[in-house]
């Protein structure tokens, strides 16, 4: 389960992640950095390496998994596809789509800020490789991150499946259309429900059973704006078109139906504010 920490800030190397790339004149050129270089897919490499030495029974995972890839896009977009195929959608043209979408830069910004975010706020995780091969928050994170780059791209049927068949593998359920930033820890992760016009900010902690709706009352924009760095507990649903403010705290079960100014906690059904981090003495 992730830290209940007061805040969750950028990890120092998610921070020159970006930095690099915001310093790149082609956006669409950055981050391509040579495996070599690339710390965190050599971190992950150093550990399957070690867990082979330690645990021969799952050596051939290790290899096929990673060892057998040159780059960090490569054995993200096979161990998706493996995860994702069916008898009618082949694992080799799903991971040559994969691999395509993922020559977006912000996406390879964003798939290392969350194996950094899972690592430094997730006690239960053991290294990046763990993360990358076990945490189905993280997966499921990652395969939305390329549904969603289809459907802004207008390639709707595609999306749609990539979200139909995370549903079914991660029990994660993330509309294509809703925007998700970088350094995100989805904890456990099934059930949480997603939908079209939600927006998640940076370094959002989002525990299990989360529910990001509409009201049922309203077309439209109808889900909820999640700020930066807002930790969201267990059970939580938040409804409606509303935002929910930068450094918020939301109880586990909590029914959230109106506003949530930044830095404050809402707990409850229906939520009421009990204090302020950073803002206000209580």
Wanted: charged share 15%.
């Amino acid at each position: 389960m992730a830290a209940a920490c007061t805040s969750n800030p950028p990890s120092s190397l998610c921070n020159r992640i970006k930095y690099y790339c915001n310093s790149s004149k082609n956006l669409n050129h950055c981050c391509k950095i040579s495996p070599d270089q690339d710390e965190i897919w050599c971190q992950i490499r150093q550990e399957a390496e070690s867990a082979m030495k330690h645990e021969p029974l799952l050596s051939n995972l290790y290899h096929s998994a990673i060892l057998s890839h040159s780059t960090l896009e490569s054995a993200l977009s096979n161990h998706l596809a493996v995860k994702l195929s069916t008898p009618y959608l082949s694992t080799a043209a799903l991971a040559a789509a994969f691999h395509s979408l993922l020559e977006s830069a912000a996406i390879r910004i964003a798939v290392r800020c969350d194996l950094a975010a899972v690592l430094e706020r997730d006690p239960a995780c053991l290294g990046y490789a763990h993360c990358f091969l076990n945490f189905k928050g993280f997966l499921a994170c990652q395969a939305h991150r390329l549904a969603h780059e289809l459907w802004i791209d207008g390639r709707a049927a595609a999306a749609l499946l990539i979200q139909s068949r995370v549903s079914e593998v991660f029990a994660v359920d993330i509309h294509p259309g809703a925007a998700i930033g970088g350094g995100i820890v989805m904890d456990h992760a099934t059930g949480v429900v997603i939908g079209e016009t939600a927006v998640v900010g940076d370094y959002v902690t989002i525990l299990h059973g989360v529910t990001l709706g509409g009201t049922g009352k309203e077309g439209g924009d109808r889900h909820p704006k999640i700020g930066d760095g807002v930790m969201i507990g267990a059970g939580a649903k938040i409804l409606g078109n509303i935002v929910i403010g930068n450094n918020a705290r939301i109880g586990a079960g909590a029914v959230v139906l109106k506003e949530v100014p930044e830095g404050a906690t809402a707990v409850g059904n229906p939520a009421r504010l009990v204090g302020f981090r950073g803002i206000q003495g209580s």
